[in-house]
């Protein structure tokens, strides 16, 4: 079993052998996509990368400077600004590589159901564009969509496994399943080399503050409201960044084509303990949360089967506790990151999302 880390006996010069040596990663200036680009570069000698993205409000080429402070490391980074669902772009890029990982997306929840259609064109006909060009490119790269446990929908009991009923409930998660389905239509159709992964909910650091840990980390070194979903008893199967980043790429280089696997957390919490130890961690007192009214649809708990990709030698590392300390701890010392990342539209956002929620709260 190798561990949660991008498999350290791989380190070193890249071996002749190396199937993955030049890749596309879509989406790498994101949050997970950018974990990914900065341990494989570090971790990975003689690997290649090319970054395409459209630098949403989510993206961020900061969430890449480790890579540029290293001189060795920048010169196998390359870094394209532009739309998945461009064609031309994209079956240049494409031309050129071993495998093409999809982490672009629009991945916020609430976002999709205040306005889904980039959820649409990125999720599905972005997907399109990516999978034409590796069917039509003459080497036949491999091709890689990183998908979500939300494409299971809401789970009472148990833990889902990569054959359960898909049952998406947001129009992200929609998104993100038709996405799937375009995929596996590609292999069993035109025989694209391809392969899914379903990470859990992941945190850590470079995580957009939008989402709730990092959310809450940051209203808290303020001082400001917390405002929690419902009763905050929604239950989140948690998985550390680096350890999706690592799951992931075990799927690349042994994932079977035509398959999926979870990429599971293997920590299930309410949020309300979630906030609990978050609070506790900063010294800072429950008082600040505010019960909101919940997100319509809300699905209750995620919790996944990880053992067909522990049966390909790999599973999470990371604990909980330890993964929360380390991404508060980085929050707290990268204050002007989400300062820049809480700019721009950000108060019309919050104010849309949270303001009448806060007003209303109990
Ligand atoms: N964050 C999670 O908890 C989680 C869990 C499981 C799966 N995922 C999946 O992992 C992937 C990455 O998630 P994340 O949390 O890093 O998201 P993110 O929002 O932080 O990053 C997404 C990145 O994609 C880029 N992008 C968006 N639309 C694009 C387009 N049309 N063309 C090119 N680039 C585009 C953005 O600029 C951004 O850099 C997504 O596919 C998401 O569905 C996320």
């Not at 564009?129 to 080497?139: D, F, S």
């Not at 947001?170 to 694209?192: C, D, F, I, M, Q």
């Not at 995580?207 to 929690?228: G, M, Q, R, S």
Request: aromatic share 8%; net charge negative.
């Amino acid at each position: 079993m190798t561990n949660g880390a991008i498999d350290r006996m791989t380190n070193g010069p890249t071996q002749p052998s190396e199937p993955y040596r030049r890749l596309l990663v879509t989406g790498g200036a994101g949050f997970i996509g950018s974990c990914y680009v900065r341990d494989v570069l570090a971790r990975r000698d003689g690997t290649e990368i090319t970054v395409l993205d459209k630098l949403t409000y989510a993206g961020n080429e900061a969430n890449l400077a480790p890579v540029r402070d290293d001189p060795e490391q920048a010169a196998r980074l390359r870094f394209v600004k532009g739309d998945i669902a461009d064609r031309e772009v994209v079956a240049d890029l494409v031309g050129d590589v071993d495998a093409v990982l999809n982490f672009a997306a629009e991945s916020h929840v609430d976002r999709s159901i205040l306005d889904p259609e980039a959820f649409l064109v990125t999720g599905v006909i972005g997907v399109h564009v990516l999978l034409e060009a590796c069917r039509t490119a003459a080497h036949r790269p491999r091709f890689l969509q990183v998908s979500t446990d939300e494409v299971y929908g809401s789970v009472p009991e148990g833990q889902s496994r990569e054959d359960d009923l898909l049952a998406p409930r947001s129009p992200y998660a929609a998104a993100k399943t038709s996405g799937e389905l375009l995929v596996r239509s590609y292999v069993v159709t035109h025989g694209v080399d391809a392969v899914v992964t379903r990470g859990s909910n992941t945190y850590g650091p470079y995580h957009h503050p939008e989402k709730l840990i990092p959310l809450f980390v940051t209203n808290a070194i303020d001082d400001k409201p917390l405002p929690l979903y419902g009763d905050g008893l929604q239950r989140r199967d948690w998985l550390y960044v680096s350890d999706h980043a690592a799951g992931i790429d075990h799927v690349l280089r042994h994932g079977r084509s035509g398959e999926t696997y979870n990429v599971a957390g293997g920590v299930e919490m309410a949020n309300r303990d979630t906030v609990t130890l978050l609070l506790k961690h900063l010294g800072k007192p429950w008082s600040l949360v505010r019960h909101v009214e919940d997100r319509p649809g809300h699905d209750r708990r995620y919790a996944m089967d990880g053992s067909k990709l522990a049966a390909l030698g790999w599973r999470a590392e990371t604990s909980f506790e330890d993964g929360l300390a380390r991404t508060i701890d980085w929050f707290v010392a990268n204050e002007p990151w989400w300062r820049a990342a809480r700019s721009g539209d950000w108060d019309a956002y919050y104010e849309r999302q949270y303001g009448q929620r806060l007003r209303t709260a109990t």
